[in-house]
T-cell receptor, first 110, second 115 residues
């Protein structure tokens, strides 16, 4: 089983739609959780950290369920500029290193 | 505001040649990582380091070597380049775990083609 698993997509949605991505992780001792965004042929960039109580940043909402070892990202009112790959990242394993999921592709169309 | 700097940005190697990908960071992070990303695929961890003098293998270490003599630098060495090593290589650094901000910062990547 992979340490961090995501649905690869692609998710094709119209502008204005709400879309949700899920991610599961295998190590229950994992400490920190993040969502990154990666545009084509560019480096990943932090979208938001994920906190136990859930957190929101504008149109983006992240949730963490430690009991189920599950992380989610909700994007409301999708924009064309949201088209990218979204990477779930967990800090855990040996030495608490950063472990990336394979990413979920989102394509927002007019 | 340099952050994580990778050189070179692009390189073409012939089969069997060797090269070193350079990575340096100015944020005093102990953790540094090397990932490779093949077209249409996710990031795969090659090697990582948790501080000067300490390195460990990731998911795909074969064909690569690393060293960490200083906090700032984490070079990745390719010996005997093979076409299977054609990829985009990303270096990243992060603070120690347990603090408020523990996310990773990435360099812009090195696009390597082995022919």
């Amino acid at each position: 089983r992979k340490e961090v698993e995501q649905d690869p997509g692609p998710f094709n949605v119209p502008e204005g739609a709400t879309v949700a991505f899920n991610c599961t992780y295998s190590n229950s001792a994992s400490q920190s959780f993040f969502w990154y965004r990666q545009d084509c042929r560019k480096e990943p960039k932090l979208l938001m950290s994920v906190y136990s109580s859930g957190n929101e940043d504008g149109r983006f909402t992240a949730q963490l369920n430690r009991a189920s070892q599950y992380i989610s990202l909700l994007i409301r009112d999708s924009k064309l500029s949201d088209s990218a790959t979204y990477l779930c990242v967990v800090r855990g394993g040996g030495y608490n290193k950063l472990i990336f999921g394979a990413g979920t592709r989102l394509a927002v169309h007019p | 505001n340099a952050g994580v700097t990778q050189t070179p940005k692009f390189r073409i190697l012939k089969i069997g040649q060797s090269m070193t990908l350079q990575c340096t960071q100015d944020m005093n992070h102990n953790y540094m990582y090397w990932y490779r990303q093949d077209p249409g695929m996710g990031l795969k961890l090659i090697y990582y380091s948790v501080g000067a003098g300490i390195t460990d293998k990731g998911e795909v270490p074969n064909g690569y070597n690393v060293s960490r003599s200083t906090t700032e630098d984490f070079p990745l060495r390719l010996e005997l380049a093979a076409p299977s090593q054609t990829s985009v290589y990303f270096c990243a650094s992060s603070p120690n775990p347990g603090g408020e901000a523990t996310e990773a910062f990435f360099g812009q990547g090195t696009r390597l083609t082995v022919v």
